[in-house]
């Protein structure tokens, strides 16, 4: 007869997951180091929720005493081209993860499939958990085999590259662990040198303020000036780190329809995007994780890319959005006009605007935009 490890196993794959192992619900001296150095250094930026829950987040326990064991599961999301619109300035680069349905809603659904089974068949107590709880996903999948923390800090598998999202199933069966993975990063950084941003101060360090993920997706105000020229078309997340990973000659294409890029997500326009309402933004992105962030956010990114574009046709769109009443979409409306009016009639606009701004931080912008075009 199977045991009950793997039993889970078969269950699990049977249920779409590319990846399981099994891990002990502690982790490591070493983990629990890293992530008060993270926070230490101020790298989580905004994320106020990951500081105030970090002690939560060192112990697997402190969310369900009870824990013995942890089935750590990965879902493969690979196929679609990281650099396919590199040299499409016009076209809003959306990465890879969120090109269709948001992976939160499909993974926990497997997750209570599986963890009901389990359930049942083991007479065992169980909780699910997906990347909204305060779990360290990564170092409970290195210790479950599934893959390695790399040195752009994410998991990377010799299977799937850099290409899996992580669920857990926290359980109170003593269920016997997998063997750990080893780091098989070598002298390699490629990842390091890729980040357009320097993100990386050292080697398995980010600082969040810096990434281009962060700053797109978590930031929610606006965004320092010196890295929106670096921040290019990306309007949602970046993937130029995993992307360059060369684990990832292993990767697959994912089994996951949900997970598949949707057509008008792979490279939409800017403008089309610029032009968004609320109700326009919120039928475009219903059931993607982009919907999040809102439209103001969203608008914010799509905005510095117009910036970025050097396409003057794009010019007008963004003069339009410098009727907005929402101060980040209009600061990077006024940083986008900046960037691609000629400099005497940019200078015309600023001086008739800032006669009769009165929000501080807009006539900053104005100021700014106005001494960065020049004479």
């Known amino acids: 007869m199977e ?31 890293g992530l008060t150095g993270f926070v230490a250094a101020g790298y989580h930026g905004d994320m106020g929720w990951l500081a105030g829950e970090a002690d939560r987040r060192r112990d697997p326990r402190t969310l369900w005493p009870e824990a013995r064991s942890v089935v750590v599961l990965g879902l493969n999301y690979g196929g679609a081209d990281a650099a396919a619109l590199r ?12 090109r269709n349905r948001d992976y939160h809603d499909l993974i926990k659904k497997k997750l209570k499939i599986l963890g009901r089974w389990m359930g049942e068949t083991f007479d065992c107590g169980i909780k699910v958990f997906v990347d909204t709880a305060p779990v360290m996903e990564k170092p409970l999948a290195q210790n479950a085999g599934i893959g390695w923390q790399g040195k752009h800090t994410n998991l990377v598998s010799r299977e799937f590259g850099s290409w899996l999202f992580l669920g857990e199933v926290f359980t109170d069966l003593p269920l016997q662990a997998d063997e750990p993975e080893s780091d098989h990063c070598g ?55 995993l992307s360059v990973c060369p684990w990832n000659k292993f990767a697959q294409v994912t089994r996951e329809d949900g997970l598949m890029a949707r057509t008008d997500l792979s490279a939409p326009r800017l403008e089309a995007l610029a032009r968004l309402d609320d109700a326009g933004f919120r039928a475009l992105f219903s059931g993607s994780p982009i919907k999040r962030i809102g439209r103001n956010r969203f608008l914010r990114n799509v905005l510095i890319a117009i910036g970025n574009s050097g396409d003057p046709n794009l010019l007008d769109v963004a ?3 410098l009727a907005e009443a929402d101060e980040l979409v209009c600061g ?13 009639a940019f200078k015309r606009l600023a001086e008739q605007r800032m006669a009769r ?14 001494g960065a075009a020049g004479p």
Request: aromatic share 8%.
């Open 357 to 370: 701004e009165p929000a501080p931080a807009l006539r900053e912008e104005w100021a700014a935009a106005l």
């Open 332 to 344: 990077a409306a006024i940083w986008a006009a900046g960037r691609l009016a000629a400099p005497e």
């Open 319 to 321: 003069i339009e959005r």
């Open 87 to 98: 040299e499409s300035p016009a076209a809003g680069d959306i990465s890879i993860y969120a």
């Open 187 to 241: 002298e390699c950084r490629r990842c390091l040198d890729a980040c357009p941003t320097a993100a990386f101060p050292e080697p398995y360090r980010l600082d969040a303020r810096r990434c281009i993920s962060y700053l797109t997706i978590e930031h929610k105000g606006p965004i320092d000036r010196a890295l929106r020229p670096l921040m290019g078309n990306r309007i949602y997340g970046c993937d130029d780190c």
């Open 3 to 33: 045991s009950p490890r793997q039993q889970i196993r078969a269950r699990a794959l049977s249920l779409g997951f590319d990846a399981v192992g099994f891990a002990p619900a502690i982790l490591s001296d070493e983990a629990k180091a």
